[in-house]
């Protein structure tokens, strides 16, 4: 029937966490995000069944309200790594069983490995309270890597863990092992 779109849903499918690259519909568009994935399958639907029956105007205006709604819905529930959320990481570097009491230590938002040594790459910082201990606090749910730097006897001791915490989530015994 015309006006009726067809999807390529299979290996490639963005809602099945790969990029979908054979999808256009009719304006062109290519769908590649989990918002657009939405939008995808609500533009199938509809015009697969209705398409025919709209007159043009509402079809207009039914287009632009879905998109809204989808949009909408997509960015109300967006929330990335970072600052905004009531999660916590707690913790503490270590080098030989002994817990480092002068250590700074930066966190890095959305990385689940190490973003490098250069510091300037990590999102913020805190240095050790006077147990040696770190705590970064209002974060999202989400991936986050810490690392620490701690001088210690003439030498630099450095290292980094990941942590995924949930929403609302409190890591509180976190440890980093330096090395040299």
Do not use: W
């Not at 030989?96 to 250069?118: C, H, R, V």
């Amino acid at each position: 029937m015309p006006g009726r779109q067809q999807a390529n849903v299979g290996r490639n499918d963005p809602c099945s966490g790969k990029l979908c690259t054979n999808y256009n519909n009719s304006y062109g568009i290519n769908y590649y995000s989990k918002l657009s994935c939405i939008y995808r399958y609500i533009h199938i639907i509809v015009y697969t069944y209705y398409a025919d029956d709209l007159p043009m105007k509402k079809h207009l205006i039914f287009s632009a309200f879905l998109l809204t709604l989808v949009l909408f819905m997509g960015l109300a529930s967006c929330t990335k790594e970072g600052l905004g959320g009531k999660g916590e990481i707690k913790g503490h570097a270590y080098y030989e069983n002994k817990t480092l009491k002068a250590s700074i230590f930066y966190i890095k938002y959305g990385a689940d490995s190490s973003p490098g040594f250069d510091v300037s790459m990590y999102d913020a910082s805190t240095a050790s309270d006077s147990d040696g201990k770190f705590h970064f606090k209002g974060l999202n749910e989400g991936d986050y890597y810490i690392y620490a730097v701690s001088p210690d006897e003439g030498q630099t001791l450095v290292g980094g863990v990941h942590v995924e915490i949930d929403k609302d989530e409190h890591k509180g015994n976190v440890q980093i092992n330096l090395t040299p």
